[in-house]
């Protein structure tokens, strides 16, 4: 943060975070039912999946597509490791992000000459062709017949208060929202270093950032490095977490799903993205009768927004705050607030 | 053996030219808008369902069946452009991009629900008639696929070089500023090459269609493929596009030779990623240098 | 030595000849313009020297070491600025922000250190800010730091750009027409700081079409025409080679 400020938004943000993260805590309790806490579980994940792609989107301008191959990636890597190899989960896990980070590094290296539509269709045939491996693969991932029996992380001995085991649903959600709060900070101050503005020079105009001194190849490839992780720690903790994956669930239409959480939330918005995250995880599930209709209302929903909503959720709140706060005279800047 | 390699060689052909004729409307709408459209393998299958209704359920003549096709798809070229391109005009490049994504998704989904994910056989009496040709014989259905893709090919390069709509094209796709000051209705011109673009790829999903499953996602691996071919041939080369689109369909057919079948369709991308690396322009492309 | 050489630098695009086989040298401290009627390819010179267009053929020089081939990053690093003749601002983000991307390549701040945030980077931290907030001084936009960069007006969005090139520690700065679309007032504020600019031992190339800008500011002039260079020497030799004034130079400008 560079001297921080205490504006308006600052300590609303801060609010907030705080009151979300005591209701986060006390939630396994306020539900009292497992199938919502799962939900949101789910939601941590879908968390850490789409800041992964707002790295990259929402910081950088890049429209990477194969988000959703590379959260298979990890989410298979993992399973594989632990069932095949008897590796522990803790081990997996990092092994998993890395390896995940070095295929989209990959990724990055071919599709990086590109630009604007034709990254985003180099990255797309990317993500299709590791899903057809998922797909086809059949003797490593078992295909479409699908990997079940992915054993929970294993139990962790904690010195004097005995033994933690990740079985029960409680012990996973726990797990994730310690990783879904490291996911935020962890972005959270990328965006607002060296790195970050880096980052959005880039995206702002490519051009002028090279020629103002950043060297814009080496961290357009960063970025994808990083999505990368991100969706590589959130498939190995959803493979031990739903304990059975399949190709489909790491299909185009996935990305999408993702994509439309980032543009809806808002690109390059950290809280936005969180929001909509969360959104979007509850809403197909609360709306279990109208399953049918989920792509539909997505693709149409992705339109909608670039067409009237272009900064997403978090634009449209900036908005409000800026003529709800007409007191605060000072115009706040696009890339202070959270 | 020779008799194989000469099937495996007009198949090429074959599919080489509807690819070719799929990345000319592709690439005529890149042309003048700059941007891709995810949709326009959508559009394509709707070409394909739409001949299919006719054909198959209304019991219409092939022949209209196709100019049906046409139509619809050209009618929902015309669609997109007005809902999505229109009011995107002036956003920043990602934003189209995105909701032509969004359309896409939107289309193959809204087919899934209305026309159900079961797949149907377009099946016209070409399919089954066998033409002989010295040595090799193949399927009347693909003489006539090829036979009308190269008419479109030679008509489109025709249109596009000569005509007084196809020179607006080209006027407003090299300056739209400058094209509007010399009288070019920019807008009409738009339309105008949606309309076309949407056309080519409704004929070829109506042509196609008796040789593939109709499937909603159709659309899927001919977009990507479609994609491949313009980039690398080059962006605004009809000469190139024409070139990768045979030699995208030469390879995948010559590529059941040492690939099994399910990574066919990652022949189109072996060739974009080695495209990229060697002449990242395309085969035939003006180098544009950005103006800094 | 002379700060920045060009030697026989010529660019070809496709067909046509943009720059052919031009020749000269900045010194320290200098303010050298570049003039010359529209399409004579100064601002490729530019795109050449900061490494943007490779050049086909001939070479660059900072200090006598070679920098054509090097990525636009590093020629900045190396100490060339510049600004673009159409504004290339970061739009969206803050004023403040725009000027502290210029210092990137003065900084060092890696992936690593911006997660874990030792001490060190917090005052880094503070350095970029004071160092931006010093130059938005010197270029006169004090109490902007937080508007986003959209929202100045086209003179201010000129001095941004100015500042946030000036951020990146350069030796020399080439302004691609700094004064276009300036008002006579803000034109003459425009000259007083670039002649500051120079005071700071930073040299600088600039173009424009204002001939009272540049006129007054240089020291020595090159004049381009058709992508060759035509003239090089003082002002009031521009004035009066012939050549020069038949490539566009009117008459009866005031010193």
Known sequence: MKAARLSGASVAVVAVSVASLMVALALPWILKSDYYLQLFALSGINIILALGLNIVLGFTGLLALAHAGLFGVGAYTSALLVMRTGLSFWIALPASAAFAALVGGLVGMCSLRLKGHYLAIATAGFGIIIYQIFLNWIGLTKGAAALGNIPPPNPIPLPGLGVVSFEAPVAMYFLILVATVLAIVICARIKHSRIGDALLGIREDETAAEVMGVPTFRYKLLAFVLSAAFAGVAGSLYAHYTRI?????????????????????????????????????????????????????????????????????????????????????????????? | MLEYLLTLLVSGLVTGSVYTVTALGLTMVYGILNLMNFAHGEVFMVGAYVGYFLFAVFGVSYPIAILGAIAGAAATGLLIEAIVFRPLRNAPQLSPLIASLGVSIFLQNLALLIWSPTPRM??????????????????????????????????????????????????????????????????????????????????????????????????????????????????????????????????????????????????????????????????????????? | MALLELVNVSKRFGGLKAVSNVSFAVGEGEILGLIGPNGAGKSTLFNLITGVYPVS??????????????????????????????????????????????????????????????????????????????????????????????????????????????????????????????????????????????????????????????????????????????????????????????????????R
Request: charged content about 15%; proline content about 3%.
């Open chain 1, 245 to 338: 994956i399949a190709p489909e669930m790491f299909h185009l239409f996935e990305t999408v799903t993702s994509l439309l959480m980032v543009v809806s939330g808002g690109l390059g918005s950290i809280v936005g993205v969180i929001v909509a995250s969360i959104f979007f995880t509850l809403a197909p599930e609360l709306m279990r009768e109208l399953q049918d209709y989920r792509m539909i209302a997505y693709g149409a929903l992705l339109v909608i927004v670039m067409i009237f909503l272009p900064d997403g959720l978090a634009g449209a709140l900036r908005q409000i705050w800026r003529y709800g706060g007409t007191l605060l005279v000072r115009r706040e800047a696009a890339d202070g607030a959270a």
């Open chain 2, 122 to 292: 377009f099946n016209t009496p070409y399919v089954d008639q066998v033409v002989h040709m010295v040595i090799i014989s193949m399927s009347m259905q693909r003489v006539i696929v090829f036979v009308v893709c190269v008419v479109l090919i030679v008509a489109l390069y025709f249109v596009v070089q000569s005509t007084a709509i196809g020179k607006a094209m080209r006027a407003v796709a090299l300056d739209a500023e400058a094209a509007a000051l010399m009288g070019i209705d920019s807008r009409k011109v738009i339309m105008a090459t949606f309309a076309i673009g949407s056309g080519l790829a409704g004929v070829a999903g109506a042509l196609v269609g008796p040789i593939l499953i109709l499937s909603p996602f159709m659309g899927i691996p001919i977009i990507l493929k479609a994609f491949a071919v313009v980039i690398m041939g080059g962006f605004g080369s009809i000469q190139g596009t024409v070139l990768a689109g045979f030699i995208l369909g030469i390879t995948e057919s010559f590529g059941v030779l040492i690939i099994p079948t399910a990574f066919i369709d990652t022949i189109a991308f072996i060739l974009l990623i080695a495209t990229l690396l060697v002449r990242p322009t395309g085969l035939f492309a003006e180098r544009i240098e950005e103006n800094v």
């Open chain 3, 57 to 254: 053929e001939g070479e660059l020089r900072l200090r006598g070491v070679r920098v054509n081939g090097l990525w636009p990053s590093a020629v900045c690093a190396l100490g060339i600025a510049r600004t673009f003749q159409k504004i290339r601002i970061f739009r969206q983000l803050s004023v403040m922000k725009n000027v502290a991307i210029g210092r990137h390549c003065r900084t060092r701040t890696g992936l690593a250190a911006s997660i874990l945030r030792p001490s060190w980077v917090r005052r880094e931290e503070e350095e970029v800010e004071k160092t931006a907030r010093g130059l938005l001084d010197f270029v006169g936009l004090t109490g902007r730091a937080d508007d986003q960069a959209r929202n100045l007006s086209h003179g201010e969005q000129r001095l941004l750009e100015i500042a946030r090139a000036l951020a990146t520690n350069p030796r020399i700065i080439l302004l691609d027409e700094p004064a276009a679309g300036l008002s006579t007032m803000d034109s003459a504020a425009l000259m007083i700081m670039v002649g500051k600019i120079r005071q700071q031992g930073i040299s600088v190339i600039i173009i424009d079409h204002d001939m009272e800008v540049v006129m007054g500011l240089s020291d020595r002039l090159v004049v381009l025409n058709y992508g060759e260079k035509i003239f090089e020497g003082l002002p009031s030799g521009a004035q009066r080679d012939p050549q020069v004034i038949a490539a566009y130079l009117g008459t009866g400008v005031e």
